[in-house]
T-cell receptor, first 115, second 112 residues
Framework: DTGVSQNPRHKITKRGQNVTFRCDPI?????LYWYRQTLGQGPEFLTY????????KSRLLSDRFSAERPKGSFSTLEIQRTEQGDSAMYLC?????????????FGPGTRLTVL | GENVEQHPSTLSVQEGDSAVIKCTYS??????FPWYKQELGKRPQLIID?????GEKKDQRIAVTLNKTAKHFSLHITETQPEDSAVYFC???????????FGPGTSLSVIP
């Protein structure tokens, strides 16, 4: 499978615990994005990377959230001291830079449930 | 920042009829307008997009129109089929590789 992959697909955790999700983008895609989607809503932008550089973070991303892309390939999103309001689907997407016809390819998402 | 609104939130049509979803955006810097289809439990998938230098684009049964002056854009699906049933999201971005701001979605049901 050469698409965007995310692990784990599902995560159930207790409030106050830390969780980490991983995203593997399509090979050689420079840009990698994280979005969060709650039930009945559209995806909300969280942050994105160009190679290893984090270019922008949404105001939605509190200081409990941190994202990295250390080698410009896979990325991790960590949530510290999880709260029930963090329960959502966390989507990753990637796109190549350059060219005139790019689209963001989404992964299957990681569904987080905070009890 | 950019804000995308979308109407209606739910839409039910008979098979074979047309469906129209309308969106507005707020940021005049937006130049790229993708439409995504999301089936239950699946990832969003791009179905068509339009750039600001184009007023209309068509791909088989799907067409999009853009009025940049009014900051309106619309999705038209003709000859709807049951497999068109899904949630559709309009979105806006400065370019195809910038962050995408999504609308709240339209749940389309096509009744056989």
């Amino acid at each position: 499978d050469t698409g965007v992959s995310q692990n784990p697909r599902h995560k159930i955790t207790k409030r106050g615990q830390n969780v980490t999700f991983r995203c593997d983008p399509i090979s050689e895609h420079n840009r990698l994005y994280w979005y969060r989607q709650t039930l009945g809503q559209g995806p909300e932008f969280l942050t994105y990377f160009q190679n290893e550089a984090q270019l922008e973070k949404s105001r939605l991303l509190s200081d409990r959230f941190s994202a990295e892309r250390p080698k410009g390939s896979f990325s991790t999103l960590e949530i510290q001291r999880t709260e029930q309001g963090d329960s959502a689907m966390y989507l990753c997407a990637s796109t190549p830079l350059g060219g005139s016809d790019n689209e963001q390819f989404f992964g299957p998402g990681t569904r987080l449930t905070v009890l | 920042g950019e804000n995308v609104e979308q109407h209606p939130s739910t839409l039910s049509v008979q098979e074979g009829d047309s469906a129209v979803i309308k969106c507005t955006y707020s940021d005049s810097a937006s130049n790229y307008f993708p439409w995504y289809k999301q089936e239950l439990g699946k990832r969003p998938q791009l179905i068509i997009d339009i750039r600001s230098n184009v007023g209309e684009k068509k791909d088989q049964r799907i067409a999009v129109t853009l009025n940049k002056t009014a900051k309106h854009f619309s999705l038209h699906i003709t000859e709807t089929q049951p497999e068109d049933s899904a949630v559709y999201f309009c979105a806006a971005s400065e370019t195809s590789y910038d962050k995408v701001i999504f609308g709240p979605g339209t749940s389309l049901s096509v009744i056989p």
